[in-house]
C-alpha cells in the first residue's frame, strides 16, 4: 500500500503538479501584467482593509488571518528544514521563485471566490471553488468532488498530522507521554470549534499575529548571533540555485535538480496558492469589490512563503547546523540551529512553536471542511455535531498514532484539489482578470473600487441575488 501511495504521490507532483502551478502562476502573472511586482505596495494599504458595513460578512482582516491559520503550520518549520537538508541553501531561491508567481493565482482564485460567494444557512457568507466550479462553470458535480476532497483532507486528513506533530514535539522535547497530550489538544479543539468558524476567526484574529511577530522576532534574536555569516549564507542561496557552487546537505552533495525540486514543492505546500485552500476564507469578507480580497490573499502568501519560511531557513543556514557531519533533518535540525543561541530554553521554546503552528493549522483547516459541509448541503445541526465530534475524536487519535501513510495520502489529496481547482480557475481566468483590472480602472480614477456586476454580462444569472449590492438587511 505504502509503495502505490508513493508511486501516485511521485507522479502526480514531481510529474505534473510543480509543473502546472508554476505554469499557471506564470501565465496569469502575464494576464495581470505582473500585479504582484507591479502593485506590491498596494498589497499592504490601509485601504484594502477597510471594513466594508454588511453583518453577513467578517472583516478582511480576519479573512487574512483565518487563510494563514492555515498556512502557517509545522511545514514552515520541519518542511523548511527538510527542503534546505535535501536541496541545500538553493532550494530557498527556487522556494521564492514559485512563490512569487503564485502570487498571481492566489489574485484570480479568491477573486473568483469573493465573486461567486453565496449566504449559508445562518446567513453569513460563504463560498469557494466549489461555488465558482458549479456557478461559474455550471459543474456541481465538480464542485461536489472537490468539497468531497477538502472535507477529508482539512477536516480529518490534515488535523491528524498537525496534532501528531504536537504530540510528537511534546514527547521529544519536553517528555510528556502523547495520552496527556491527546487529552489536552482533544479538549481545546473541542472548546474551539464548538464555538463555531466565528469562534476560529476570532481566535485566529488575536493569535496569528501575535505568533507571526513573535517568531519572527526569534528569528532576529537567532540571525543576530550570527549576523556575520549571513552575507556569505545569502550567496550561497543564489549559487547554490544555479549550480554555481556545489554544497554538502548533511554528507550528500546536492544539484541543481535537487533545489529546485525541494524549493518549489515547499513554496507550493506553505503558500497553498492554487490548491483552493484559501478561497474559502476569502469568500467570508465583506467588501465593495472582489478583487480587494485577491491583493489581500497574494499578501498572505507573501508572508507565509517569502518570510515565516525565509526565518526558518535563515535560522537553520546562519547557525551552521547543517555543516555538521550527519546533521539531523526536520524539527531535530531546527533543534540544533536554535540551542546555542537559547541556552536552557530551546526545548520549550521549540515545543511552544510546534504548538502554535499546528494548532491554529488544526483550527484554520476544521473551517474549510464545515464551509464546505454547508455546499454539499449537510451542516444541518444534527450532521454538524456528528462531524465536529469526529474532528475532535482524529484529533485524539492523531495524537497516539504512526502516520506515515497518512502523509502520502496528504499529499495526494492536496494534488486532487489543485488539479481541480486549476482547471476552474483557468477556465474562469478571463472574468477574473476583467474583474481585476476594474478595480485597477476606478483606482485611477480616484474612487474606491465598488463592484458592479452589471457591468459584466458573461455574470448574468450566475451570481446569488443579493450578494453584490446594497444588503437586504440594512436599512
Known sequence: MNELLEFFDTVLWSSILIYLLLGTGIYLSIRLGFIQFRRFRHMFSCTLFKHHPDHRGSTVWSALCLSLSSRIGTGNLTGVAIAVTLGGPGAIFWMWVIAMFSMATAMIENTLAQIYKSTGLN?????????????GLGMRWMGILFSFLIVISCGFIFIALQANAIAQASFHLLHTPALTTAFVLAALTALLIFGGIRSVTRVARGLIPLIALGYLLLAVWVIGH????????????????????????GALAFGITQAITQGMQRGVFASEAGVGSSPNAAAMASVSHPAALGFNQMLAVFIDTVVICTATALIILTSGALDNPGAPSGISLLHLALSPTMSGWSNIVLALLVFCFAFTSITGNYTYAENNLGFIRVASTGKLLIFRLLVIAIVFIGCLMELQVLWKLADIF??????????????????????VKDYERQQRMGKIPVFNPNHFPELRGQ??????????HQK
Open 123 to 135: 446567513g453569513k457568507f460563504r463560498g469557494g471553488p466549489a461555488d465558482y466550479m458549479e456557478k
Open 226 to 249: 550570527n549576523v556575520e555569516k549571513l552575507p556569505q549564507v545569502l550567496a550561497l542561496v543564489f549559487k547554490s540555485a544555479f549550480g554555481l557552487q556545489e554544497a554538502a546537505s
Open 414 to 435: 492536496m494534488a486532487l484539489m489543485a488539479l481541480l481547482n486549476l482547471t476552474a480557475l483557468l477556465l474562469l481566468s478571463g472574468v477574473a482578470v476583467k474583474v
Open 463 to 472: 451570481l446569488e441575488p443579493g450578494i453584490w449590492g446594497k444588503n437586504p
